[in-house]
């Protein structure tokens, strides 16, 4: 009797033990499972800020990128403008440099006339006074008025030979070179990058953008955010 009531209260104490273990147990999983969810919150609320900053630094990027081509662009037009303005001039600056040679290369000859007629004067005199020896006095006089009507005819022709010299035309231009046509960055606001861009594309002419066909205007249409896009065609037109 004594073992029988001994066994029964070691399986009651194995028996509460159990129940207690299994207790704790629970509760230990169960906490476990909240600190699986807490972790999967506190990696949800840091992953999202993450994931926005991310996406922040990209379109920043995007955008200083987009800024900066565009600022590019607009510095090389603007040096490609500076560039024309300072041919232009250098080559106005050349022709009125031509006009002044020119002219005094025609003041030059004038002048070498003018001394090639007076020294021709003594001449004249002279062969004129060489055939008024006189033999009898009628032939005297005869001949020192025809000395004195050669001499004014003379005098009269090394005058005029000054204004004749004078009087000539200045030589024709020469008929400028022919333009080349394939160079874009004629065109007012095409710098040398757009340029490349659109022979690229397929728009390798400035005829293509002053009178541009269905398909170079969809070309052209590429170009569209291009600073000073919808000047393209009157400045192309003008160099036509």
């Given amino acids: 009797m004594a073992k ?8 009651k104490v194995v028996k509460k033990v159990n129940k207690e273990f299994e207790k704790t147990s629970s509760q230990i999983e169960a906490l476990i499972n909240d600190a699986l969810k807490q972790f999967d919150t506190l990696q949800n609320q840091v992953q999202e800020p993450v994931r926005k900053m991310l996406k922040d630094v990209d379109e920043l990027r995007d955008r ?11 510095r090389v037009n603007e040096f ?10 250098l080559g106005f600056a050349s022709k009125e440099a031509k006009d002044e040679i020119k002219k005094a290369a025609d ?21 004129t006074s060489a055939k008024s020896k006189p033999k009898t006095a009628k032939a005297k006089s005869a001949k020192s008025k025809t000395a004195g009507t050669a001499a004014k005819s003379a005098a009269s022709a090394t005058k005029a030979a000054p204004k004749k010299a004078a009087a000539k035309k200045p030589a024709a231009p020469r008929a400028p070179k022919a333009a080349d046509k394939g160079d874009l960055t004629r065109v007012k606001g095409i710098g040398p990058v757009t340029a490349n861009k659109m022979k690229e594309a397929g728009i390798t002419s400035i005829d293509q953008i002053a009178n541009p066909s269905e398909a170079d205007k969809e070309k052209l249409q590429a170009f569209s955010n291009v600073r000073g896009f ?3 065609t009157d400045e192309a037109k003008k160099l036509t």
């Avoid at 200083?64 to 607009?74: A, C, G, L, Q, T």
């Avoid at 003041?107 to 062969?127: T, V």
């Fill in 4 to 11: 029988k009531a001994n066994k029964s209260s070691v399986d």
């Fill in 64 to 74: 200083e990128m987009k800024r900066f081509n565009d600022e590019f662009e607009r």
């Fill in 80 to 89: 490609h403008d500076l560039q024309n303005n300072l041919l232009e001039r």
């Fill in 107 to 127: 003041k030059a000859s004038g002048k070498s006339a003018a001394k090639k007629s007076d020294g021709k004067k003594p001449a004249a005199k002279k062969a």
């Fill in 230 to 232: 919808s000047t393209f």
